[in-house]
């Protein structure tokens, strides 16, 4: 270690270029001379000779620019030791190593980021897709529904002209008949079949939709209680009496507005769907009625019901269940696994269905190898509930001679009102169309007009009523029907009619009707 040095430019450029000297200073220059040679050998002359040579050809200016390249003390760039390259290496290594680390942290969170967004869209695209098979099968349904409501109302009203003879025959016969008689069992016999056909027929314009009845407040638990005390259930009970029963009812329940026939029918429904699950083993039947208000958004249209207030009706029993792959298609008609003989035309879940569309309702089903469990949900209203009481099922012949006029296109149907209203009592006339009807009221009286609303061809019941008005206004009416009571029947009822009786009608049917309609 030296604090100072003396000597030549030559020698302190050596020193400063081979030891990195960074902090020499030039303190003073001296008037020393000194001059650089080099040495040959003596005994070579003519080497010398050559050397004074070439170095005499040399300009000062070339000796100038020779003595500035190799001797030099200007400043230097610094040049570093080697323990300081070996630092600046270890610092360069560790910040590269923190690059790459830094660096694959980046992209393992823009890798996550992006998964995440990949596995969101993917989760959307999935919901999307459950959404719009939801939805498809919910138009492939809607329009089934709706061809298989084209098909009923085409044929519905023909078909319960057919049924009329059917229902009505047999039952003027038993009238007529003491029941121990050989052939009361038998006409019974034909007459329940005519029932069913026409329960069947009522499925398939329940079905059509619009056929509902106009809707009224009811009580959903009386609903429920009305039907256990039906004869139709006790046949079940009777059927199945190792499947218990469980009421489980909740008080105060707020009413519906709904039809009380058609909630009746889903009720009835999906008890006899219950009790057909058990397969004649033991097990349990549970309707229950809930007071239930739904409140946030769904995820998916399909999802439950709309936010909103409801009563809810849950039928549920303990049987085999539904398979998954059947769960989608339980609500479609004629769509059952089960014996037909047995358990029905298979329309008795699409009624369900259908009738709680109707009532802008949801229903939800839940099955699995414990049993299935329906859902039920009808809006609530704030308007008192109650149920129509049946008529008196008693009914004698209480005409007086009145005299009645039938409007019927179908003879058969004609001549069977006939035939019942004279055993009544009454003093009926028939025509077949509605200009016939209005040109004997011209020159006629009757104290009754009852009047079919489908009539081809002519004019129908509506315009056929419209007609007699002009002739004899406050004509008495009683609209009859083998559709349902649509638009046109209650814009006839509006203008008069007194009352509205669908085809088949039985003769207690039928006599309620006159009766109250002459009272």
Known sequence: KVDAMVLNLASASYYIRKDGITNLTIYKDTDFMYDLSFATRSDWPLLNTILDKAVASITPEEHNRITSSWI?????????????????GIVLLVLLLIGILAWN??????VSERTAELKNELAERIRAEKEKEALQRAIHRSRKMEA??????????????????IVGYPDLMLSRLDPDDPMYRQLEAIKRSGLQAVAVVADLLTIARGSASEKKPLDLNELVRDYLASPEYNQLADQYPRVELVLDLSPDLPAVNGSPVHIRKSIMNLVINGYEAMKDKPGQVKICTRHQVVSGSRTGKHDGPEPGEYV???????????AAEDLDRVFEPFYSKKHLARSGSGLGLAVVWNTVQDHDGHILVHSDDSGTRFELYFRATDEQGAVEEDDDPEVQSQGRGERILVVDDEQSVRELARTILSHLGYRPEVVASGEEAVNYLKYHEVDLVILDMIMEPGMDGLE??????????????????????????????????GRFIR?????????????????
Not at 76 to 88: D, F, G, N
């Open 72 to 88: 030099t003390l200007k400043k230097e760039s610094w040049y570093p030791t080697p323990q300081v390259l070996i630092a600046m």
């Open 105 to 110: 942290i980046s992209l393992k969170r823009q």
């Open 148 to 165: 298989l409501g084209l098909l009923a109302g085409g044929v519905a009203h023909d078909l319960n002209n057919i049924l009329s003879g």
């Open 312 to 322: 809810v009706l849950i039928v549920a029993d303990t049987g085999i269940g539904i």
């Open 464 to 497: 056929t009523y419209r007609r007699i008005l002009e002739v004899v206004p406050g004509q008495k009416a009683i609209i009859a029907s083998g559709y349902a009571e649509d638009a046109r029947v209650r814009k006839a009822l509006e203008l008069g009619a």
């Open 503 to 519: 085809k088949p009608y039985t003769i207690r049917q039928l006599a309620q009707a006159v009766q109250a309609e002459l009272a």
